[in-house]
Every structure is written in structure tokens, then in C-alpha cells.
């Protein structure tokens, strides 16, 4: 792994690391991802229809409305405005 | 009264004859967590009024003549597993501070049989690790020996059963984090099958692989809790209904006739020789009580670190996504959105969280996903048809939980290579979705605890309960003194 | 004239009309105060699981069968991730490869010619919450009661080259959706949103441009106008031999101009992969011919039934089914008096007008469509005079009274009592000698003159049969 890939799957994971720290990382993830890469000489192909995994349509849901939670119970770990979340404002 | 090696079926005897009272129960362990947790570092949060205030109610239903099973049986909680109004903080400063307004689906059973909660035990952060020295709050240390781990994730849960902080302990397994830690504190732990026990309210880490488990002292303890916490549930479409009865029901049958798998694989160089001999003992045991060993293979054990990492990391990365600082958890500061979710992940996360954030990334991410994740899928499916083959020919699987006894605190640091490796005998239970569970089996020279898992085929509890049992009717362990 | 052509394609969000949201058991319905309609699934505590909705999964497949789709037999959902406030999850739970609904077709009429377009595939999701920017605070302010409503998206293929052709193939999935009773196709409210791809290229090249997809169309007039300002934009940039850029732009409504969003992850990568906590779904082909047949009735079968038994006119049927509102009216009007022929004429004409005029709107009516087959009733059978509808649909469209009480109240019943027709009639005659002369001198148009008079002065108490006999005999003098 290099430092721009790196820095993309830090993008992608939103985690910023300093200098030092992104040394450090980059070797073990180096040490992780060649472990990894093992399984490449392994040849098999994946097929989702065989995972057998499946449900019916008969046992999803039926959809039956529950009332909802208190807001101020499921909010109770934030501080909220006007019942809403409140993040630094967005650009479109 | 000294409670410590005391079995949740012992105690329930005792509790129904009045021998001892729920509050007493209750007490004796809150004053023996209180004296010796100290040394151990097993618990993040002590519930003692929620204790008493649920011995009581235990009390009343004693006195009433309708107690359940676990009825006043003093109970600690994975610090995982969500619980209405208790702060539940995956060992994690991201969720220091974070106090769920619902419970568990498990726990609301447990409420149901009016169990006593004493508090909420340390794990690796998020469930990630097998040293439980990941924790921010709590870096629980082997009740054998202090220098040691005690496994994990739930090496809280363990090490506080072992300790005898409590009768039993819920855990979560991911990748053998109920039966390693179990393994390392020589007591019992049973994951059972995918899709046997809600998932709802426990904290996710790898949708596909966690299941919620018991830690106890006895194999027939984990079936008594496992009666009370299984069952599907509405809230989790992952959860499957197929009817039990009691999951103890087979204990005390002989096991004659019984076919134990032994995969080759298991048994081979990364396993220590001491682990490899108290567990073909464990095997020659049940030779004597009428079992027969089959030879197996399963041959993609050598692959399975790699595809369990890859799955479960991928998962992760996006289950842990939803920690942005603005609904709960650790907020971060910044400017914009960018900058305060970055900084509330960077400040709330731990070091190997984010290597499982960037691997499971990295693995998902546009132009590795099929070499990585969808390659790791593939060997999902080839890891279950070997088991499906095995079971064809056996009634159960006999491997060692770990690969070595618990090592020095320490020993694995920095080096998540060596880490993830040391998980080579518990993750493809996982990722096959099958049911194991961990008894001990031996002690080493030093007198650490020597596990061996007991693999069942999906949804049959029972069989490995009652085999487990069955062992640990010829066995006498050594409990641990702090 | 350049000699660039537009290609176009199409993607089309609606939100189902459940009652339950698609993941967990809130209130599917559209508002209410901020995160009220929520709970631990949709506001994505730790622990929480999402269930999925049967009824959701059913109107996806309604959607299917309307646009000529092929079911998916094994169908599965995948986590679309990123990282917006709006999503409480940092992801969406989507479908990627396996939709529900693929390789469909639905043909439209535009410039007067008619045209296949292609559907390529319709999946389920689930939509993200709202955010209020507060420019005082510099905060955004997150509402997730939107959060978890069931969401379709339909994709196109590239078949359109036209704005007109764009929004004939809207409302005609506005119609389709609507009659299939999967979602009320309020653009204006957002449960129907659409986002256009356009590319410029040579008409004769083999190969497409590069595209810009346009957002926030909020309505058929935005998107002619979005589509036409592309054209428009990419033709200049392509002539003075610039580069478009694929981007994501936004069309601005009091402007008419698109401009470029900022992106809003790097690199977008949704890292899609299948969500481990919602397993596949098989469906039986029994399942499946269950929901074909439970199907409402489509416009199409609707307009054949109009032609064929009613013997209404294409365009008369046409008009009425191409407003659901409307046709489900006149479907419970036909069914309380069973003349549909009398109650579309009605409709098509004083009926529509009102509504045309602003007078009345499909949305706040007053009176019931028992009420307007009440009132075709009494003039059909000689109750009252057909003259009087208008006064008489007036009141019912102002107050909703009810017709029989309007004539009460205005003494509007027909009396046909034949010595007041008479009395009446008598004046006319003398009061107009003129038209009498040039009515016996065989100028037979005078006679209609007659009866309005006559009429009028009766103010509709008899009826136009018995006014014309009567003048018939008077007039021969």
C-alpha cells in the first residue's frame, strides 16, 4: 500500500492521521493487505444465488405503522435545536 | 457464603429454596467485585442500585413461586449490548458517554425473567481484538494471572465469570470472541448458531459473523441462558424461528456412538503442543465414553483469517460509518461537516478500529472489491460446503479454541499480523454460522486454562452442550484465586 | 443550426404509499414535526436492524408490472455508503446488483408521434431525512422523519432527445404509478422527483457525449426548461470548442440556468456491497401472479372499457382517464347512476370547465360524486330543466349543498303545469307579432328564439318538451 492509497481509503473512512501516525500505518496495513493478497492464488468464483441465505416474500413485514419514539428520548445522547440534529452547515 | 464457583442451576436451587435471598445474591458478588475487580479490570460500569432494585424484584417473584430459571441469577452484560437508560460504551471513547434509550432483545429477556444485572463488562473496542487491550476504559487482565490477557473481545465477560464476579455473562461473537476469551479464563462460553439469537441491540461490528453468547461456569448453564435469550425476533429479519424446547435437553444421554470430527488442519504447526495434546486427551476421553473420532478435512482453513478479516472489516467499515459526533458519541470540532467528523473519528476511535476501518475500505473500495471482498465471499461459500461435507459423516467437530494458552499482556502489540493469525481456530465457525462451544480442557505447566471447541451443526445446540457437559462431568477444574 | 443532437436519460425517484416506513414500523406520511415520525432504526442508533416491508416490496412490483418489467426471481439489497447528514446510517440501503424490476418499456405519444422508451431497471431504497440551513448559526439542521419512506428508483436507457418527449414519459409515469396505487406523484411535495442526463454529440456519431446529470426538477416545467438551458449551454461550450465536464449540476428555478454542484464525496465511491442484515428474497411465481392479478385497474383498461361499453370517443376517454382524480369521480359517479355516457358529457364539459376556470379543484371538493349523478339524474329524467344544471352545480361546488335541496331552496323543480306554459306563451305571441309573421311564413329558425324566451320566463319550472308542444300549437295560429 502507498500513501495515495492511503490517503484515498482515509478519505473514503474519514480519519485523518498526522506524520508519524501514517508511517506507522502504513506499515501495518502493508503487513495486513500482503496477508491479504494470500487468497489471490486461491481460483473460485462467487455466486450470490447459492449463498441460500434467502427469505420468502411471505415473511417480510407486514407493513402495520407503530407510533414513533419520543424525540426527546431518542435524542437524549445530542443536543438538539428545534427537535433537529445540528451539524456545522453544509455546502451544496 | 462464598458464591464464586457457584453454577447459575446451583444457584437457582439455592434462591427457590431460600438457602440464600435474591438481595444477598446479589450483594455477595457487588462486595466481591468491589474488593477484587481491582486486580482484574473486568467491569466498565457496576449497576448496583439497578442490582438490588432487580434482586428485589427477583424476590418478590420467588416468594410468589413463579421464578424462571434466571430469577434473581446475577448477570454482567458485554458493555455491547444496548441497555435502556445504562451507559454502553463498546470500550470505545466514541461511546463514553452513550446511553441507549432502548434494550437489547436479549436483555429485554433477561428483564423478562427478572435476572439481576450487576454492570457492564470491558471488551476490545467495538468487539475488535483478542486481548480485551484495545478497551479505552477498562484493559481486563487474565483472573489466572494478571500479566496475562484474558482474551476477547468479551474478556471481560470471561475474565468476570472466572473471577467470580458474577454467576454468567453475556458476550458477542464475531470471530471466536466468546470462546477464545473463555478459552483463555477457563470457563465455558457458547456462541451459538447464526440467526439462533436476536442481534437487535447489540452493537453491530460484522452483521454476518456477530452473534450474542453466554459465559458461565458450566455448559449446562450456557444452555439455561441460552433457553432464555434465544428465539427470533421481529426486530432482526436475520434471526430465524426454528423451535427448541431447552437446549439442556440432551445433557446427561450418553454420548456413545457419537461421531467427533478431528480436521487435520487444526492440529497442525501454529498450534502449540500443549494446546494440541490436553485437547487429543480431552478426545481420547470421549473414546472412553463410546464416541468415535472421525479424520476430517477442511482444507480452506488456510484461507479463513484472510476472508474473515476481509468480510468482517468490510462490514464494520460500514457499520462504524454512522459515528459522525452529531446524534451521539464523541463530536468532534470543526468548521464544516468534514472537518468535525473527521475529528470526532479521530479522537474517538482507537488505533486497530481503524485499521479494520481502512482494511474493510480498502477491500470494498472501486477496483480491489472483486480480488478482496468478493473473493472473501466466495471462500464463505467454500468454507461451509466443507463443513456441510464433514457433517455428513460427524455429529460434531473437536478443535482447539486458540492456538496458545493466554500470552502476556503485550506480547501481540503493534503486530496486528500475529494478532489476526492467532484467530485461525474460532473464525470459520463464524463465517459457516455454526454453533460452538468452548469448555476447558486442560491446564498448562503454568496452570493457564487449555480450551477445546466443540463445533455443532446449524441450529443443534443441544448435541454440543450435552458434549461439552459430558466432559465436564469427568473434569475438575481449577478455579483461579485472585 | 447546430447539428448537435440531445440524448437523454432518466431517473426517477418515487416514494411508496405504505403505511409503514420501509425499514421500520414509523408513519410513512409526508411531514409532520421534525423527527417526530422516527425511532432507534430510522435515526440510526448503535444496535438498531432494519426489517424490511412487505407491502413495499409488493408496490415495487406493481411498478414493475406497469412499466413492462421482468421480476427478478432473487432479489437482494446492498449499502450504499457515504457520508452526508441527511443519512444517519452513512449509508443507504439500496440495490445494486440484483434489483427487483429490470428491462421494462413504457410507450409514450410526444410531437404526435408515438415512441417506445426503455426502462433499464427499478430498485427499492430507502429516502434521506431534510436539512434546514440556518445561515445565523452556520449550522445545517438534520430532520430525519423522511428518513426509511420507501423509495423507487426507475432507470432509463438513453432514449430520449427531447424535452417533450422527457415529459410525456413523466406524466405518463405519474398516470401509471398513480392507477397502480403506489404513490401519489406529488412533485411539488418532492414524492416524485426526477433527475435528467443529458449529452450533446453529432447526429450522425456513433458515440454519446459526455453528460451532465441535472438535479431538483421539481416539476414538468423545470424540467423542459433545465433540459432546454443544457441544450443550450452545451451547445455553446461544445461550438467554441470547449469541453463539457461530467458533473452533477443543479437548475435553479428563478434563474433557469443549471450550475455545477460542489461534489459532495471524493471520488465517489459508494463501496456498495450486499447488506448483511437484510437476507435475499426469493419469490414464488405464484407470489408473483398474485400481485399481477391484484393490480388496480390501469388507464388503458379503463379507456377500452369507456370505448367499448360506454361508447365514449378516444378523446373523450382519453380526457378523463389522463387525471386519476378525475376518472376515479367519474368511476363513483357511474356507479351511482348508470348512464355513463350522460355523467362524461357532464364532466368533459361544465364539469372540467369549472375546474379549468379555477372555479373548483379535484383536491377540496364539496360535493360527492353521488351528488353530480344526483343532479345528471333530475335533468335526465325531467325533474328539473337541464337549463338549470349550472345554477344548480354552482351552489353545489361553493357550499356542497346537495342538488335536490338547491331546487328546493330556488324553486327550480319542474311543474309542467301547462295553463302558466300557456299564460306565458300566450304573451310571447303577442308581444312579438314580428317573429310570429315570419314563423307561419315558414321561417322555421324563429322557433328557437321561442322556446329560449319561453323558457327563460319559466325560469326551467317546465320542461323543453312540453314548452315546444305547446308553442308548436300556439304558433299555428
Known sequence: MDIATLDHICALSKLNFTEEEQKDMLGQMTDIIDLMDTIKEYDITYDDTKDHNEIGYGDLRKDIPAPSFPTEKLQQNTTPRDNCYVVPKMME | MDLKNITAAQLRRMLDSKEIGAKEAASEFLSEIKKNDGKVLSFITVTEDEAMKNAEAAQKRIDAGNAAPLTGIPIALKDNLCTDGIRTTCSSKMLGDFVPPYNATAVEKLIKDDYTLLGKVSMDEFAMGGSTQTSAFAKTKNPYNTECVPGGSSGGSAAAVSAGFCTAALGSDTGGSIRQPASFCGVTGLKPTYGRVSRYGLVAFASSLDQIGPIARSAEDCGIILNAIAGVDPHDATSKDVPFTDFNEKLGKSISGMKIAIPKEFYGDAVDDEVKTAVMNAAHEYEKMGAELVDCSISTLKYAVQAYYLISSAEAASNLSRYDGIKYGLRGEGHSFDEMIRDSRNRGFGAEVKRRILLGNYALSSGYYDAYYRKALALKQQIISEYNAVFDKADVILTPTAPSVAYKIGAQDNDPVKMYTADICTVTVNIAGLPAINTTCGYNAAGMPIGMSIVGRRFDESTIIQTADAFEKTFSPVRCTL | ?477
Open chain 3, 1 to 477: 443550426m447546430s447539428n448537435l443532437y440531445p440524448t437523454i436519460g432518466l431517473e426517477i425517484h418515487a416514494e411508496l404509499l405504505t403505511k409503514s416506513k420501509v425499514f421500520c414500523t414509523c408513519s410513512a406520511e409526508f411531514g409532520g414535526e421534525p423527527n417526530s415520525r422516527c425511532c432507534p432504526v430510522c435515526s440510526g442508533l448503535p444496535g438498531t436492524l432494519p426489517v424490511l416491508n412487505h407491502t413495499a416490496v409488493e408496490y415495487i412490483i406493481r411498478a414493475g408490472y406497469v412499466t413492462n418489467c421482468e421480476i427478478s426471481r432473487f432479489t437482494k439489497w446492498d449499502r450504499k455508503n457515504y457520508f452526508y447528514p441527511d443519512l444517519p446510517k452513512a449509508y443507504q440501503i439500496s440495490q445494486m446488483p440484483r434489483p427487483v424490476c429490470l428491462n421494462g418499456y413504457v410507450d409514450i405519444v410526444a410531437g404526435g408521434k408515438e415512441k417506445r422508451i426503455r426502462v433499464n431497471r427499478i430498485h427499492l431504497e430507502e429516502d434521506a431525512g431534510k436539512l434546514v440551513h440556518d445561515e445565523a448559526t452556520r449550522s445545517s439542521l438534520a430532520d430525519y422523519n423522511r428518513c426509511g419512506i420507501p423509495l423507487i428508483e426507475m432507470v432509463t436507457e438513453p432514449d430520449f432527445h427531447s424535452a417533450e418527449e422527457v415529459v410525456a414519459y413523466v406524466e405518463k409515469i405519474k398516470l401509471l404509478y398513480k392507477y397502480a396505487g403506489i404513490c401519489d406523484c406529488k412533485m411539488e411535495q418532492g414524492s416524485l422527483r426526477c433527475d435528467v442526463n443529458i449529452s450533446l454529440a453529432p447526429k450522425d456519431s456513433k458515440e454519446l457525449g459526455t453528460r451532465a446529470e441535472l438535479k431538483n426538477l421539481n416539476s414538468t416545467k423545470a424540467i423542459t426548461r433545465a433540459i432546454e438551458y443544457e441544450i443550450y449551454r452545451q451547445t455553446e461550450i461544445i461550438e467554441s470548442g470547449g469541453r463539457v465536464l461530467q458533473e452533477t449540476r443543479r437548475f435553479s428555478d428563478t434563474t433557469g440556468e443549471t450550475t455545477a454542484l460542489r461534489s459532495k464525496e471524493d471520488a465517489h465511491d459508494y463501496r456498495y456491497f450486499p447488506d448483511p442484515d437484510i437476507p435475499p428474497i426469493i419469490f414464488t411465481e405464484e407470489e408473483l401472479a398474485a400481485i399481477k392479478e391484484a393490480l388496480p385497474e390501469m388507464p388503458q383498461q379503463r379507456k377500452e372499457r369507456y370505448m367499448s361499453r360506454y361508447g365514449l370517443a378516444e378523446t373523450d376517454a382519453d380526457n378523463i382517464i389522463n387525471d386519476k382524480d378525475i376518472c376515479d369521480f367519474y368511476e363513483a359517479a357511474i356507479k351511482a347512476y348508470d348512464k355513463p355516457k350522460a355523467v362524461a358529457n357532464f364532466m368533459l364539459g361544465e364539469f372540467l370547465r369549472r375546474i379549468n376556470l379555477g372555479e373548483m379543484s379535484m383536491t377540496s371538493l364539496k360535493f360527492a360524486p353521488e351528488d353530480l349523478a344526483r343532479l345528471i339524474e333530475l335533468g335526465d329524467t325531467d325533474k328539473i330543466n337541464k337549463n338549470n344544471y349550472k345554477t344548480i352545480f354552482v351552489e353545489m361546488i361553493n357550499t356542497g349543498e346537495k342538488p335536490d335541496a338547491v331546487c328546493d331552496r330556488l324553486d327550480l323543480w319542474v311543474k309542467d303545469d301547462s295553463s302558466a306554459v300557456e299564460a306565458v306563451i300566450d304573451k310571447l305571441i303577442a308581444d312579438n307579432p314580428k317573429p310570429v309573421e315570419q314563423y307561419r311564413a315558414g321561417e322555421q329558425k324563429v322557433f328557437g328564439f321561442f322556446m329560449g324566451q319561453a323558457n327563460k320566463a319559466l325560469k326551467g319550472q317546465a320542461t323543453p318538451n312540453t314548452i315546444k308542444a305547446i308553442l308548436e300549437q300556439k304558433l299555428k295560429g
